[in-house]
C-alpha cells in the first residue's frame, strides 16, 4: 500500500485487511485453482455481507496460470473511497 493510505486508513480498518489477505493466500496456496475460484466466491459473498462499506465493490480476477499473490488497492475518487480486492493468478 502507499505511504499516504497508510497514515489515513485507520488501524482497526489496516488489520482488518492485512488478515483477510492472509486468509486469501493460504486458500491460494492449499488448493487447486478450480476449487479455489468457488472458496474465494463464498468468501467473497461473506465479506461484503458483513463489511459492505469497507468491501464493496469486490473485484476477483482469475486466469488459468499459478496463482501468485493477493492485491488489496484502494481506489479513491474524488468523492467516495472504495476497496478492490484483486488476486493475481
Not at 53 to 59: L, N, V
Not at 83 to 89: A, D, G, N, P
Amino acid at each position: 500500500m502507499h505511504k499516504y493510505s497508510e497514515k489515513v486508513m485507520p488501524e482497526l480498518e489496516k488489520a482488518t485487511l492485512e488478515a483477510i489477505q492472509e486468509i486469501f493466500d493460504a486458500i491460494m496456496f492449499k488448493t487447486s485453482l478450480p476449487q479455489n475460484a468457488l472458496k474465494l466466491l463464498r468468501i467473497q459473498r461473506l465479506l461484503i455481507n458483513r463489511q459492505p462499506k469497507i468491501f464493496s465493490p469486490t473485484r476477483i480476477l482469475l486466469k488459468e496460470d499459478a496463482c501468485t499473490r493477493l492485491i488489496i488497492e484502494k481506489i479513491k475518487p474524488k468523492t467516495w473511497h472504495s476497496y478492490y480486492l484483486m488476486i493475481s493468478c
